[in-house]
């Protein structure tokens, strides 16, 4: 009782999960799909620890419910990551110090792919502007800028 059926495309393959309309996209992704990449951070649309695409588009999984996710497309950092586009990113965070204990990692890796991929390329400086819904933790932001300047200076 109380629940729906929600089906969805999940990282380009249809699924399907009944649950309360109410349950969260981040707790749909790591309690029953297993899909751990995008964390719990603030849990209110903050941090953007927990960033995924939402049909091609950054949305944080921590505000999304069961009853908007019908017939939409979710992309998690489980697939992002294992996408050649997105070396260039992982590259630059992984060698320019962008990375500290890791756990904003996932979704910056999430905000900043997404950026590199839109035609036109932003430039650096709407590019950081952009990047502000997703905070570092370690306050490594030192690291993640020199990312963000080799990537779209
Ligand atoms: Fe979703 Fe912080 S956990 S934005």
């Not at 996209?25 to 029953?32: A, F």
């Not at 899909?35 to 505000?63: F, H, I, Q, S, Y």
């Not at 489980?78 to 965070?93: C, F, I, K, M, Y």
Request: hydrophobic share 40%.
């Amino acid at each position: 009782k109380g629940q729906i059926t929600v089906t969805l495309q999940l990282n380009g393959h249809p699924v399907q999960v009944d649950c309360r309309p109410d349950t969260r996209l981040l707790t749909l992704l790591r309690e029953h799909w297993g899909l751990t990449g995008a964390k719990p951070g603030c849990e209110v649309g903050r941090c953007g620890a927990c960033m995924v695409w939402l049909d091609d588009a950054p949305a944080n999984a921590c505000l999304l419910m069961a009853y908007q996710l019908e017939g939409r497309a979710v992309r998690t950092i489980e697939s992002v990551a294992a996408d050649p586009a997105s070396l260039p990113v992982r590259q630059a965070l992984a060698e320019c110090g962008g990375v500290q204990c890791g756990y904003c990692s996932a979704g910056m890796v999430m905000t900043m792919s997404h950026l590199a991929g839109l035609q036109p390329r932003p430039s650096l400086a709407e590019a950081e502007a952009l990047m502000c819904g997703n905070i570092c933790r370690c306050t490594g932001y030192g690291g993640i800028r020199r990312a963000l300047v080799r990537v779209f200076d």
